[in-house]
Each structure stands twice: as C-alpha cells, then as structure tokens.
C-alpha cells in the first residue's frame, strides 16, 4: 500500500510539472484532477455498485466539520509560514498567529507522535516554519516583489478566461469562482 502511495504521488508531481511547464494553467490542472476524481469515482460506482459509496446521514456533519477543520488548518499553516512578519505588526494578527501555531503545533504532534516531548516539538516547528517564512520575504526582497505573498484568485466571469496571474506563483492558491 506504503509502495503504492508513494508511486502515485511521483507520478502525481511529475505528470502536474510537465502539465504546468507546457502551459497548462493551474486552474486548468485542478479541473482535469477534479475531472480525473469524478470519472474513478463514477467508475468504481459502475464496477461495484452504488451503494459502495452511500454516506449514512449521521456520518454528514463529521465530514462537513472534518472539512472545515482542514481548510481552516491549511489557511492558518500558510499565515504562519508565508505571512508571520505581516500578521505580527497588528495585535488581532499577532492573536491568530498564536492559535493557529498552538491549534497547528497540537495537531501535529498527535498525528505524528514523535519520540519528542510536545514543548521541543513545538521550538522545532516553529524554527522549521520560521525558516521557510524568512527564505519566501528573503526571495521577494531580493526578487523586489510581493508577489508570492498575495494568494492568487483566478476569477470566472461568464467566460474561460481566468484572472492575471502574477509571475511568482503564491503559496496560498485560492480559486474564487463568480457566476
């Protein structure tokens, strides 16, 4: 399964960089994955039956919840590692930053169990995090943009054209869609 997994995500970062490298854009990508996802699921529906993938209505609200927590999760990782310095100059940033590195370090240190107590785990998060923060503002100082620190929002307005993107992709994607 561990052989599997790691076949599939080589293949996985392979397949997206010649796709991004050709041209495609990355809003193009995540359509084709999504339609990828659609037709194995609809497949493994028609080969084994629909009932394979039924959700019991009980099971709903801990799968809305578990999704939220996620996205939350991944928006308060971003924060941390790409924006820190931002976020600290306000006093309701600083408050964010400090539950989202709590809420994350907490989150990370039960899913993983290291052989480490939770507070040296907790100082090497932050230096690792902290690390990657100073080499993304290192690169915009030296590449004079802040581009990288601005998420990228690819916007549909009726037609297919998507919104200008910068030319240093951002560490947070977000596809907002308006009809």
């Known amino acids: 399964m561990v052989l599997v997994a790691a076949t599939l995500f080589g293949v996985n970062g392979t397949v997206a960089k010649v796709a991004l490298s050709s041209g495609l854009t990355s ?10 996802a659609f037709a ?7 080969v084994r039956g629909r009932s394979t993938l039924r959700v019991a209505r009980r099971e709903l609200v801990p799968l809305a ?8 999760r991944q928006i308060a990782d971003a924060a941390w590692r790409a924006h820190a310095p931002a976020l600290a100059l ?8 400090a539950a989202a590195f709590v809420a994350g370090t907490a989150a ?18 932050a230096a690792d995090d902290l690390a990657y923060c100073a080499g993304v503002w290192a690169g915009c100082a030296r590449a004079r943009t802040a581009a990288p620190l601005i998420p990228d929002a690819a916007s549909r307005r009726g037609g297919d054209r998507p919104a200008q993107r910068s030319p240093l992709r951002s560490t947070l994607n977000l596809t907002v869609y308006r009809g």
């Open 108 to 125: 990370d240190h039960l899913a993983r169990r290291p052989g480490l107590d939770p507070l040296r785990f907790a100082a090497l998060r």
């Open 65 to 72: 919840v578990e999704a939220q927590a996620r996205t939350a």
């Open 40 to 46: 194995g699921l609809t497949l493994i529906a028609l």
């Open 27 to 36: 809003l193009r990508l995540t359509e084709a994955r999504c339609a990828g």
């Open 90 to 97: 306000s006093r309701r940033g600083r408050r964010f930053l």
